[in-house]
């Protein structure tokens, strides 16, 4: 079984061009924590701990209540098929958040506002890939 992969190595996912959101924003909890509360969560208290295979499964197994008995099947299932990188995230689709992949493929939120990530946005040797719009033109 062919296995997937999101992971970004030294990238920058810059915010998408029709994000509304001026600088990162927080993603307002609602009754239902969404796919962009869990990210962030993960995220914004851990730095550079998570590629984005990682994110992504996590949010997956929690969204699907997935046990620690099942997580090795069905991460092979998940990685079995293509899976949308974070270029889809909400946070960089709607919230202002950039996406930063060190040579480890770490993660790390930017605010969109923040002179980190004006820097990246100027650095030679950092991969700018831009989030997908919300809306197709």
Not at 80 to 88: A, D, E, N
Request: with cysteine; glycine share 4%; hydrophobic share 30%.
């Amino acid at each position: 079984m062919k296995t997937h992969t999101t992971n970004y190595f030294s990238t920058l996912i810059t915010v998408a061009e029709d994000c509304k959101a001026e600088r990162g924003t927080i993603p307002p909890e609602k009754n239902k924590l969404t796919i962009a509360n869990y990210q962030f969560d993960l995220l914004a208290k851990q730095p550079f701990q998570y590629t984005s295979d990682e994110i992504l499964f996590t949010v997956f197994s929690i969204r699907n209540d997935i046990s620690a008995s099942e997580t090795a099947t069905e991460k092979r299932k998940f990685f079995s098929k293509g899976q949308p990188c974070l270029r889809t995230s909400p946070l960089a689709k709607n919230y202002g958040w950039g996406i930063y992949f060190n040579e480890e493929g770490k993660i790390k939120l930017m605010d969109s506002a923040s002179d980190e990530y004006q820097k990246l946005l100027k650095d030679e040797n950092i991969k700018k890939v831009s989030a997908m719009k919300s809306k197709r033109t």
